[in-house]
Nanobody
Framework: QVQLVESGGGLVQAGGSLRLSCAASGSIIFRLNTMGWYRQAPGEQRELVARITSGGTTNYADSVRGRFTIHRDNAKNTVYLQMNSLKPEDTAVYYC????????WGQGTQVTVSS
C-alpha cells in the first residue's frame, strides 16, 4: 500500500507564496520514482504542473515556469512545490502523484489565490 499525503495549501493574495509538501509512505522506493504535482480547477481537466525524475530532472508547465519550483528530499520521502508570484488563475486543487505515468495519487490540497 502506498500513501501520498499533501499539505501546505491555503488562501493567499495574488503575488504571494505557498509551499506544498507531499510525504510518501508504503511499499515503494521513493528515490527511484518520478514525482509530480498536478492541479485541477473547477470545470477543468487535471493538468501537470511540475515533475521531477529520480535523477533530479525537472519540467514545468509553461504557465508556471519561472514561478514554481519542484524539488525532492529522498531522505524524507518528500517532494515539495514552492509557488511564488501566485496568480488567481493558479487557484485549484493540487495533487501529488507518483510515477511518470502516475500510479498513485494524494488526496489533494486546495490552493486559493485572491485578487
Amino acid at each position: 500500500q502506498v500513501q501520498l499525503v499533501e499539505s501546505g495549501g491555503g488562501l493567499v493574495q495574488a503575488g504571494g507564496s505557498l509551499r506544498l509538501s507531499c510525504a510518501a509512505s508504503g511499499s515503494i522506493i521513493f528515490r527511484l520514482n518520478t514525482m509530480g504535482w498536478y492541479r485541477q480547477a473547477p470545470g477543468e481537466q487535471r493538468e501537470l504542473v511540475a515533475r521531477i525524475t529520480s535523477g533530479g530532472t525537472t519540467n514545468y508547465a509553461d504557465s508556471v515556469r519561472g514561478r514554481f519550483t519542484i524539488h525532492r528530499d529522498n531522505a524524507k520521502n518528500t517532494v515539495y512545490l514552492q509557488m511564488n508570484s501566485l496568480k488567481p488563475e493558479d487557484t485549484a486543487v493540487y495533487y501529488c502523484a507518483l510515477g511518470g505515468q502516475p500510479r498513485y495519487w494524494g488526496q489533494g490540497t486546495q490552493v486559493t489565490v485572491s485578487s
